[in-house]
């Protein structure tokens, strides 16, 4: 299996732009969550879905932060307008169908920067 | 409600020496308790859990944790570290009688083994 796939891996980006960070869960993971970290606040869960259903969406900043799981296979978290203050690194986990201590498996992240 | 606490924000070791990491939980009902670790840029990735059993929990790369559940722990321990052991890692716990299946994470302690 591929693991948890993000795109882009970096990001760099002027104050004001719309910025997209995508997601690729792993094959028949049906929770998916976005992560940020930074050093000053550590790992912070900003939203996650199950059976592509927001279930818990209060970590989102502020309505400049949007999230969308249109498939099983696919979601997106966008930033519109970007601050400097969103300069972090993003990442994605996804776990399976829950049985009892699931797992979220954890992608590579992308580093975004905001100029 | 559910949280996490990583006392030591930095553990520096000796390689060759026992490496342990600690942790504390707090849950209302029976916790789910997982070690995660994470390289430089890197994603996080899954060490080992705690579901139920044995409280002695054995993961990847020869780490354990032990759940200690009159002191709300699960300390993460090596016999002997290797310098390639340096990273960032987090302890998360989700209560087993909570709906869904959202993980709070600790701040993070980082290891670092000097040769």
């Known amino acids: 299996d591929a693991g948890v796939i993000q795109s882009p891996r970096h990001e760099v980006t002027e104050m004001g732009q719309e910025v997209t960070l995508r997601c690729k869960p792993i094959?028949?993971?049906?929770?998916l969550f976005w992560y940020r970290q930074t050093m000053m606040r550590g790992l912070e869960l900003l939203i996650y879905?199950?059976?592509?259903?927001?279930?818990?969406d209060s970590g989102m900043p502020e309505d400049r932060f949007s999230a969308k799981m249109p498939n099983a296979s696919f979601s997106t978290l966008k930033i519109q307008p970007s601050e400097p203050r969103d300069s972090a690194v993003y990442f994605c986990?996804?776990?399976?169908?829950?049985?009892?201590?699931?797992?979220?498996?954890f992608g590579p992240g992308t580093r975004l920067l905001v100029l | 409600a559910q949280s996490v606490a990583q006392p030591e924000d930095q553990v520096n070791v000796a390689e060759g020496n026992p490496l342990t990491v600690k942790c504390t939980y707090s849950?209302?009902?029976?916790?789910?308790l997982f070690w995660y670790v994470q390289y430089p840029n890197r994603g996080l990735q899954f060490l080992l859990k705690?579901?139920?059993?044995?409280?002695l929990v054995k993961g990847s790369y020869g780490f354990e944790a032990e759940f200690n559940k009159s002191q709300t722990s699960f300390h993460l321990k090596k016999p002997s570290a290797l310098v390639s052991d340096s990273a960032l890692y987090f302890c998360?716990?989700?209560?087993?009688?909570?709906?869904?299946?959202?993980?709070?994470f600790g701040g993070g302690t980082r290891v670092l083994v000097k040769p």
């Open positions: 705690y579901i139920t059993g044995d409280n």
């Open positions: 879905f199950n059976n592509n259903v927001p279930i818990d």
């Open positions: 998360a716990v989700r209560d087993a009688g909570a709906a869904g299946n959202k993980l709070t």
């Open positions: 986990a996804s776990s399976p169908p829950k049985k009892g201590g699931e797992t979220q498996y």
């Open positions: 094959s028949g993971h049906n929770s």
């Open positions: 849950v209302s009902g029976n916790p789910y």
